[in-house]
């Protein structure tokens, strides 16, 4: 999405927004609404007085399209014009304007420089829609984005699309093939941020290691890359896909002192049965998280598992807890398996009932949330780097995040003392639960 000056021709019009999904959907509404304001728009954050509402929808499992559509109901009921953007559009655009009538507007994930030209012929009396079954577009310029969550850190989209047929996502048919942005682009991106004040950058894409295979560039040499801006205090990166976590990565990550010692690396799951039935790499799962220990000091790995796939017998999901137990994963989220309309594993047999997926779900996390008490409880008494990303000065209170934490979905640090959102401060650990850190900064 190369972002150029669009002026509207028509008269500007108030735009509200509803953002839903990951933080790669985060990217695309934060550059949707840059678009729109450098066109002359207003964004609106309330929705009672907007003209328009521009809804950035999920459809990755079924929770997600449920949340979409319960947002674009309450919209409806509510009588606003509707435009529906990102995957629920790219996916069911033949029901969606049937099923929300109000919707004017459908956009699809290829489509979303084209929102100032859609919004001027929506505010036009217009219905339209603007989906290329194919999506090629990638984001090369964010300069004029528009920041719906200012803080501390970032999120930089360094690629689109997907290259892999995991056999329970869409994300390909939605967002076409893998292609990376130029490396050129995300360095000045990141310079950009730095002068803003923003401490950290998370990289995001649907597979960050991959990047740059196109053109002969590599993940490891952007992290170096951006390793040298200055300004910047801390580089993660989300989503790597484990076959292609190299030597190479993982030295990049030990030897630069701005990438934090944290590797997410989603799994899915353990045991090779259930991983060919995915279309997952099949590999020693342990001995790759004990390649990783061994190569960066102190890191914590943070992954993702899918219990009840289609298959899962009990034996199966023994395994997986047994692995577990043994890996002792610093940070674990677990899914429970849903049908995807449209995926491969929505023919496959051997479905397992909603109710013994909840149970193996709860199973493991109880196991998860003990091995993460005792790797908290061993913080107890340390001082740890904490970036701060909310501060209350009245109450003097804070709430951040060590380098070994991604926003929403790792610990917390609960702090006490004086602290300014984006600044690192030394935070001594008094207690903790399975998930937060409680301390005092010191200074």
Request: glycine letters at 8%; charged letters at 30%.
């Amino acid at each position: 999405m190369k972002q150029t000056e669009i002026v509207s021709a028509n008269a500007p019009q108030k735009v509200g927004f509803v953002h839903l999904g990951c933080p790669k959907n985060l990217v695309d509404t934060e550059n949707m609404l840059g678009l729109l304001h450098n066109a002359g728009h207003k964004v609106v954050g309330d929705e009672s007085e907007a003209d328009i509402m521009l809804v950035n929808t999920c459809s990755f499992i079924d929770k997600a399209q449920e949340e979409s559509v319960r947002n674009l109901v309450h919209l409806a009921e509510n009588g606003k014009k509707i435009i529906i953007t990102g995957c629920l559009a790219q996916k069911f655009q033949d029901e969606l304007l049937d099923l929300i009538p109000e919707a004017k507007a459908l956009v699809g994930t290829g489509d979303m420089s084209k929102i100032v030209e859609v919004v001027d012929k929506v505010s036009r009396g217009e219905r339209v829609i603007s989906i290329t079954q194919d999506p090629t577009y990638i984001l090369e310029d964010d300069s004029k984005r528009l920041h719906i969550t200012v803080g501390s850190y970032v999120y930089v989209k360094i690629a689109e699309g997907c290259d892999y047929r995991c056999s329970f996502c869409i994300i390909p048919s939605m967002r076409g093939d893998f292609r990376s942005r130029s490396l050129t682009s995300i360095v000045e991106d990141a310079k950009r941020y730095a002068e803003k004040g923003v401490s950290e950058l998370i990289l995001v894409g649907q597979d960050t290691t991959s990047y740059g295979k196109e053109f002969g560039a590599s993940l490891p040499q952007l992290l170096r890359e951006l390793n040298k801006v200055d300004g910047i205090q801390w580089i993660r990166f989300m989503y790597a896909y484990p076959n292609l976590v190299s030597d190479e990565l993982l030295d990049t990550i030990a030897e630069c002192e701005k990438l934090v010692k944290y590797l997410d690396c989603p799994l899915q799951h353990m045991h090779p049965e259930v991983l060919k039935r995915m279309r997952r790499p099949v590999m020693d799962h342990v001995a790759f998280v004990q390649r990783v220990r061994d190569r960066i000091p102190d890191v914590k790995v943070r992954t993702g598992l899918i219990v009840g796939f289609p298959g899962e017998t009990e034996a199966h999901f023994d395994y997986l807890t047994e692995s577990i137990q043994q890996v002792k994963f610093d940070r674990l989220g677990v899914f429970e398996y849903s049908d995807v309309e449209g995926a491969h594993s929505q023919g496959l047999d051997g479905k397992v009932s909603k109710k013994e997926i909840r149970r193996r779900r709860n199973k493991l996390m109880e196991i998860q949330q003990g091995i993460s008490l005792k790797k908290n409880q061993a913080l107890i008494g340390q001082a740890l780097d904490v970036l701060v990303d909310t501060a209350d000065p009245d109450k003097g209170t804070f709430e951040g995040r060590t380098q070994w934490d991604a926003p929403e979905i790792d610990n917390r640090v609960l702090g006490k003392g004086p602290a300014i959102p984006g600044e690192i401060v030394p935070v001594e650990i008094k207690s903790v639960t399975p998930y937060d850190l409680k301390g005092v900064a010191q200074f």
